[in-house]
């Protein structure tokens, strides 16, 4: 199969009869070029790395925390319980998980209205790592010019030693990532104990080794087609944008038309020669991880990183002209007309936001101490005991999601005389139990062929109480 689509080319042309029937073929997948970035020092940068540095610190570091004697953060699938420092979720709590991530989806909605892209330059997982991993290219193979020529030159003693120190260094960052990754959902302390003497489980071998295949490629190797070509928020976020979005741009009145000049000539003589303030130096392609001219208006490529920001601003100080040619600004700022911060959709995203945010926090307050489950045994209707009384059995769950052991009283009412083989049962904090119950009535009560009937939980310190209703089947007398 052909690899190659023919297209016209409709850009408008004053030479060439617009629009042009000339029919040329492009490159259906173009052949990647590797990305030299440069290291740039600068106000975003310097966020940007502090905002890196937390995250990766708060991702290696809160597995480790102890809270009692399990970890703060564990998402125990095998034991469908998870745990968030003090609290102790179960999977029938998954209204809870829905409303987070309705939370997160309104989140990014609103940042993105406001301010675009953002959370991919400063927050993104993949950009965290691939920002690191460069980070550490740069301090192994030197700065981007000599990392150029270093990959043009013959393999040597000194390229073999650089690229496995870097090589090396990089599977080291991915084998942290892949054991803490796991360590989210298996002890951490164990984990780290058992994988070197083989004895954790063969899902543990494999989701670490996946995760750390995953983080070497994404991070060392594929780096920007993973947010170019990958991921799908690239592709649907510039639907949220309108003219009120804070972007990256170069302004193009102040900057254009673009070219190289004496350093020392006076900006006002620059003007009336005719010149903008872009002096052509490429810096802000030189430093931009996705490698796209900033110039060439916005693209999707762009992940608002400012990298590009910083770089143009140290060449306007050098240059000794205002900063902010290429700035954080908004489409209507860049016309001169004025930026409107509170508009429609961006209130409407705030308003469901906080709406969300409020639902989960009263959902969170409003969840009982115990998870009571009853179901009636469906594979036998009833049964009479030696005295004639009627019996019906129930499988009953009762989960301790409070911070304490419990002793739980169980009862039934609603039919004369009801009562129940299980009074009482023990449950540890953050545990479960699971038990077949009867409950019996005489036969007297039983005035039609299913009654309603409700059983109890109430806890022997009294303030942890829930009722389940459930049906008391019987023929009648
Ligand atoms: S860094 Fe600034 S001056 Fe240099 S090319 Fe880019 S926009 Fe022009
Ligand atoms: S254009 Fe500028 S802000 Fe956008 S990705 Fe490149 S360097 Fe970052």
Redesign the pocket.
């Known amino acids: 199969m052909s690899n190659k689509i023919p297209t016209q080319d409709v850009t408008p042309d004053p030479v060439k009869q617009y629009p042009s029937d000339e029919t040329v073929t492009q490159e259906m997948y173009a052949n990647r070029k590797h990305i030299y970035v440069r290291e740039i020092k600068g106000l975003f940068q310097r966020v940007r790395r502090a905002s890196n540095w937390i995250l990766m610190l708060g991702f290696f570091v809160l597995p480790w925390i102890p809270w009692g004697d399990r970890p703060a953060i564990w998402f125990n699938f095998p034991g469908r319980e998870f745990h968030i420092f003090s609290a102790t979720f179960y999977p029938q709590e998954f209204m809870l998980l829905s409303w987070l991530l309705i939370i997160c989806a309104f989140g990014l909605f609103f940042i993105t209205v406001f301010a675009g892209r953002v959370w991919c330059?400063y927050t993104c997982p993949q950009s965290v790592w691939t920002f690191l991993f460069i980070w550490l290219e740069h301090r192994i193979e030197g700065p981007r010019n000599r990392r150029i020529k270093l990959d043009k030159r013959k393999l040597d003693a000194d390229k073999l030693s650089r690229k496995t120190l870097k090589h090396s260094l990089w599977l080291l960052i991915a084998v942290a990532t892949g054991i803490t990754f796991v360590g989210y959902f298996t002890p951490i302390r164990s984990l780290i104990l058992d994988l070197p003497v083989l004895q954790a489980s063969g899902w543990s071998y494999f989701w670490v080794g996946f995760f750390t295949l995953f983080t070497y490629l994404n991070a060392g190797w594929l780096r920007e087609q993973v947010c170019i070509y990958m991921c799908p928020y690239a592709r649907f976020q510039s639907v949220m944008f309108d003219r009120d979005t804070l972007i990256?741009s170069y302004d193009t009145q102040r900057g254009e038309p673009r070219g190289r000049r004496k350093k020392n000539l006076p900006h006002a003589e620059l003007q009336a020669a005719g010149l903008g303030d872009c002096i052509d130096c490429d810096l802000?392609?030189q430093?931009?991880?996705?490698?796209?001219?900033?110039r060439d208006g916005l693209?999707y490529?762009?992940?608002?990183?400012?990298?590009?920001?910083d770089?143009c601003d140290s060449v306007m100080d050098k240059m000794g002209y205002p900063r902010g040619l290429?700035r954080y600004t908004t489409e209507n700022a860049l016309e001169g007309k004025p930026t409107h911060i509170f508009r429609p959709r961006l209130i409407g995203y705030l308003v469901a936001l906080l709406i969300t945010i409020g639902l989960f926090f009263w959902a969170v307050a409003d969840r009982s101490a115990v998870g009571f489950d009853v179901e009636r045994d469906r594979n036998q209707l009833y049964r009479a005991n030696a005295s004639g009384e009627i019996i019906n059995t129930y499988t009953v769950v009762v989960r301790n999601l409070d911070q304490s052991d419990h002793t739980y009283q169980l009862s039934a009412s609603g039919l004369p005389g009801i009562t129940l083989d299980t009074s009482e049962v023990n449950v540890p904090a953050g545990a479960s139990r699971q038990m077949v119950i009867e409950a019996k009535a005489p036969a007297e009560s039983i005035t039609q062929p299913s009654h309603g009937i409700i059983l109890h939980i109430e806890a022997t310190n009294g303030d942890i109480y829930l009722e389940r209703d459930s049906r008391f089947l019987g023929g009648t007398r």
């Open positions: 330059g990256v802000c392609v430093v931009c991880p996705t490698g796209i001219d900033i693209q490529e762009c992940i608002t990183c400012a990298a590009c920001i770089a290429i």
